[in-house]
């Protein structure tokens, strides 16, 4: 992926911890080191650029959210028409962008560093590999 004017992903780890506290994130495979460098220092230049990124993969989007285990609510399992657009959505989440739910009042919500947010939906473009 590019952000801002770095590329990111040519780095290679076999094992990468795929689970937190929503359960396990599936369709997703990313590492690299400098990326790591950068989502966690709030002074480098390119910081705002990766929020703002991990934000729009979190909420613009056309997945739903399934919840197989009816025991556990806490559990998260996305649905969608496209495994890209499934992978994006779980490539926010293991940076800490959860898509929680929608709701029918056109609103979204994530969970972004373990706080809570709201977006109202104005408009929905269907998923295509050219959007």
Do not use: W
């Not at 929020?51 to 609510?73: A, E, F, G, P």
């Not at 890209?84 to 029918?104: G, Q, S």
């Amino acid at each position: 992926m590019s952000i801002g004017p770095h590329e990111f992903g040519t780095s290679y780890k076999s094992k990468i911890d795929l689970t937190d506290k929503y359960g396990v994130i599936t369709n997703f495979q990313f590492y690299d080191p400098s990326f790591d460098e950068q989502i966690k220092d709030k002074n480098h230049p390119n910081y705002k650029n990766i929020q703002l990124y991990l934000m729009c993969l979190s909420i613009c989007h056309t997945v739903i959210v399934q919840n197989k285990d009816t025991t556990n609510l806490e559990k998260i399992t996305y649905q969608s028409s496209s495994p890209d657009e499934l992978a994006l959505v779980n490539a926010a989440r293991y940076f800490k962008f959860v898509f929680i739910k929608r709701d029918i009042h056109n609103n979204i919500f994530i969970n972004q560093y373990g706080q809570d947010i709201r977006y109202e939906i104005l408009h929905i473009i269907e998923y295509t590999s050219d959007r």
